[in-house]
């Protein structure tokens, strides 16, 4: 993850929002993994649903990471580089729920910016 927040910053500028999409998913992360034993004590103790809380907390962070990061990201990329797979990536990524488009979107990305690569390389 910080090596596409640093990817980020370095073509889109550092207060790009996928670049702060990015510390999004860390935060996501960090309560996922400290909602665990909350988990464990609400299982114990009915009465304890913070670890419930803490996990839709997680969860909805972790939809807006991946709005910031990979959505806008894509659209972000498509609107400097004008490369047609980015901006297919970017539907695809929208429609995240298929749960098929993602890995194609994955793909389209990386090769689209392997394109942008190659004509930035190429203009200058």
Do not use: C, W
């Not at 709005?67 to 980015?86: E, I, M, P, Q, T």
């Amino acid at each position: 993850l910080l090596k596409l927040r640093r990817g980020y910053a370095a073509v889109l500028g550092p207060k790009s929002l996928p670049a702060k999409g990015v510390l999004l998913l860390f935060l996501a992360l960090a309560l996922l993994v400290a909602e665990i034993p909350l988990l464990v004590a609400a299982l114990l103790f009915p009465i304890a649903f913070i670890g419930l809380a803490v996990e839709l907390a997680a969860t909805v962070i972790a939809l807006l990471g991946y709005v910031f990061v990979f959505v806008l990201g894509a659209r972000d990329l498509y609107n400097k580089y004008k490369v047609g797979s980015l901006n297919t990536a970017f539907i695809l990524y929208i429609l995240f729920f298929f749960l098929v488009t993602v890995p194609i979107a994955h793909y389209l990305m990386y090769k689209g910016l392997g394109e942008a690569t190659r004509l930035t390389s190429s203009a200058q």
